[in-house]
C-alpha cells in the first residue's frame, strides 16, 4: 500500500471510530442519584414533591453536574438502608451524601475528597457550666446522640468506652432532653444542630461549642453497577470536589438550605414529617 493509500486507511479508521469513541465519552448522559430522605440540611425529602430529595448535598451535585454538561436527578430512594440498596444494584447512579464504609467498597466507588465535612459538636445548654475544651471533659456527664447520626467507626469505639450517650429517636427528642435538663450535652452536626434548633425555637437556649468531636465526611460514591461508572465520570467528580473548598460556594450553599429548613418547619403545608 503506497503513502497516500495509508493515509487514506488512517483517515477510515478514525472516521469510524470517532462514533464510538464520542459514545464512550459521552455514554452518561443522566445520572440518577439519591440518599438519606431525613438529614437535613444536607439532604431531605422535597414537601412538595415528595419523589424528590432537596438540599445542600442535592443543590451541590446539581451545581457539579451542570458544570460537567451532565443531567441530574435526584430521587427519594426510601429511608437511609433502601437508598444505599438502590444503588448497591445499580438502580440508581450514585449516593450523593455516603458515609466513608469499608463494608461498601465492594460496591461503590467513593469519590475522594468529601463533598461536605459534617462537623460534630457539643451542644448544651447555653447557661451550662459544663466546660468542654477535650473529650475527657465529657467524661461523667449524661449525653444524647440522634441514633441517625453518622460517627465514624472510630468515634464510635470511643464513645462506647468513654461517654454516658442516651441514643434518641431524632435530633427533635435529643435537644427536648437537653432543654429540660436530662442530659448536659447532644453531640450533633454543625448545621444540622443549627437547623434543628432554630426551627424549634431553642436557638437561645442551646450553644455549640467550636471544637468538633468527629469529622465524618459525606461522599459521592458511584455504583460499580451503574453504566455511569467509568474513568471519566470519577476523574471529573473528584476534581469539582477538590475545586468546591476552596471556592467557598459549600458554606453559603449549607447556610442557605438551614434557612430553607427553618423556613418549612415554621409553615404547616410545608413541613416535613421528622
Known amino acids: 500500500?503506497?503513502?497516500?493509500?495509508?493515509?487514506?486507511?488512517?483517515?477510515?479508521?478514525?472516521?469510524?471510530?470517532?462514533?464510538?469513541?464520542?459514545?464512550?465519552?459521552?455514554?452518561?448522559?443522566?445520572?440518577?442519584?439519591?440518599?438519606?430522605?431525613?438529614?437535613?440540611?444536607?439532604?431531605?425529602?422535597?414537601?412538595?414533591?415528595?419523589?424528590?430529595l432537596i438540599g445542600a448535598n442535592a443543590d451541590l451535585l446539581t451545581q457539579v453536574a451542570?458544570?460537567?454538561?451532565?443531567?441530574?436527578?435526584?430521587?427519594?430512594?426510601?429511608?437511609?438502608?433502601?437508598?444505599?440498596?438502590?444503588?448497591?444494584?445499580?438502580?440508581?447512579?450514585?449516593?450523593?451524601?455516603?458515609?466513608?464504609?469499608?463494608?461498601?467498597?465492594?460496591?461503590?466507588?467513593f469519590i475522594h475528597p468529601a463533598l461536605v465535612q459534617n462537623d460534630y459538636l457539643v451542644w448544651t445548654r447555653h447557661d451550662s457550666a459544663l466546660a468542654y475544651h477535650s473529650l475527657?471533659?465529657?467524661?461523667?456527664?449524661?449525653?444524647?446522640?440522634?441514633q441517625r447520626a453518622r460517627l465514624t467507626p472510630a468515634f464510635q469505639v470511643v464513645a462506647n468506652e468513654h461517654l454516658k450517650l442516651e441514643k434518641t429517636e431524632n435530633l427533635t427528642q435529643a435537644f427536648q432532653k437537653l432543654v429540660l435538663g436530662q442530659v448536659e450535652y447532644v453531640l450533633a452536626g454543625r448545621y444540622a444542630g443549627l437547623a434543628y434548633?432554630?426551627?424549634?425555637?431553642?436557638?437561645?437556649?442551646?450553644?455549640?461549642?467550636?471544637?468538633?468531636?468527629?469529622?465524618?465526611?459525606?461522599?459521592?460514591?458511584?455504583?460499580?453497577?451503574?453504566?455511569c461508572n467509568d474513568p471519566w465520570l470519577r476523574g471529573q467528580l473528584a476534581k469539582k470536589m477538590t475545586e468546591l473548598p476552596v471556592s467557598g460556594q459549600t458554606e453559603a450553599v449549607l447556610q442557605r438550605n438551614v434557612e430553607r429548613w427553618k423556613a418549612q418547619m415554621q409553615s404547616p403545608l410545608d413541613a416535613p414529617k421528622q
Not at 459521552?26 to 414533591?49: I, N
Not at 465529657?138 to 440522634?146: D, E, I
Open 1 to 52: 500500500m503506497g503513502r497516500l493509500g495509508r493515509i487514506k486507511a488512517v483517515t477510515l479508521l478514525g472516521a469510524l471510530l470517532l462514533p464510538s469513541l464520542a459514545l464512550a465519552v459521552g455514554k452518561c448522559e443522566r445520572l440518577v442519584a439519591t440518599g438519606s430522605p431525613d438529614a437535613p440540611p444536607y439532604l431531605w425529602q422535597d414537601p412538595k414533591d415528595p419523589r424528590h
Open 66 to 109: 451542570s458544570e460537567l454538561g451532565i443531567k441530574i436527578e435526584i430521587l427519594y430512594g426510601g429511608k437511609r438502608s433502601d437508598a444505599q440498596e438502590e444503588v448497591r444494584s445499580g438502580r440508581m447512579d450514585l449516593l450523593v451524601d455516603a458515609p466513608l464504609l469499608v463494608d461498601q467498597l465492594g460496591s461503590m466507588d
Open 136 to 146: 475527657a471533659d465529657l467524661h461523667g456527664y449524661a449525653g444524647a446522640v440522634s
Open 197 to 227: 434548633s432554630q426551627s424549634l425555637g431553642m436557638g437561645g437556649d442551646l450553644v455549640s461549642r467550636e471544637l468538633p468531636v468527629d469529622r465524618p465526611g459525606l461522599y459521592l460514591a458511584v455504583s460499580h453497577n451503574s453504566a
